[in-house]
């Protein structure tokens, strides 16, 4: 399927404000909202509504980005430049695990898969320290998600290399030069969501993957 340019694509069903932008992550903005959405059962889940429709939106935005990541805003949806947990793929691809779960079919899981093959993969390597919100232990997830996603799924696609992967990024904040001098030190270094407690929890997950799910933020839950 050609997609359109992403600035083309029409605004979706559903479209959330905070401090007056509107928001498309995970962390403050339409993709925490439809995920949380997505938790609850009821009709708003009806296959074809408002809800799978916004879904779909951001997935047809992150296609039309040619890398599968979507912009921090509304306004900035095709600008694929901020790969992190709160804002792009490393948060969306949980969303799409969990409608992927709800309505079925391939199109969630391929939305996760080409989000963490490209962008996650190519750019999840951040400057911002260890954590999950925007660090590297967010982006690790991603590849610990769709691990645990394609074990449930019985895919025959291996998934021993995001498992892989996900083990990479983790070693990354270890023993890389790059990452020791070159990250910044977080605002609230042990924190669960910026700091040391969040990649703790990343680095236990890797012990058990069959069982891996980013805290507080469960597609499986």
């Known amino acids: ?3 359109p340019a992403a600035s083309q694509i029409p605004p979706p069903p559903l479209r959330y404000r905070y401090h007056r932008s ?3 992550g995970s962390a403050h903005g339409l993709g925490g909202v439809l995920f949380a959405l997505l938790a609850w059962p009821g009709p708003h889940l009806s296959p074809g509504g408002s809800v799978q429709a916004s879904v779909d939106w951001l997935i047809s935005v992150g296609a039309a980005n040619g890398d599968g990541n979507v912009g ?5 949806a095709n600008v694929s430049e901020l790969v ?3 804002h792009g793929s490393p948060g969306l691809v949980h969303l799409y695990a969990r409608a992927h779960r709800v309505w079925g079919g391939s199109r969630y899981l391929q939305a996760v898969q080409a989000s963490a093959d490209n962008a996650v993969w190519q750019r999840g390597l951040l400057r911002k320290g260890p954590g999950i919100c925007h660090g590297v232990a967010g982006s690790g997830y991603a590849f610990l998600l769709l691990h645990r996603l394609l074990l449930v799924a019985n895919s025959s696609s291996s998934n021993s290399r995001y498992l892989h992967r ?3 990024f983790a070693q990354f904040m270890l023993d890389s030069d790059e990452f020791r001098q070159g ?3 977080p605002d609230c270094p042990y924190s669960l969501f910026e700091g040391w407690a969040g990649t703790a ?3 236990a997950d890797l012990a058990s993957p069959e069982l891996a799910a980013f805290p507080l933020f469960d597609a499986f839950d």
């Open 201 to 203: 929890c990343f680095y």
């Open 22 to 24: 509107e928001y498309l």
């Open 166 to 168: 996900a083990r990479q």
């Open 84 to 86: 992190h947990w709160c």
């Open 1 to 3: 399927r050609s997609w």
């Open 72 to 76: 921090p805003t509304l306004d900035e």
């Open 183 to 185: 990250a910044r030190r």
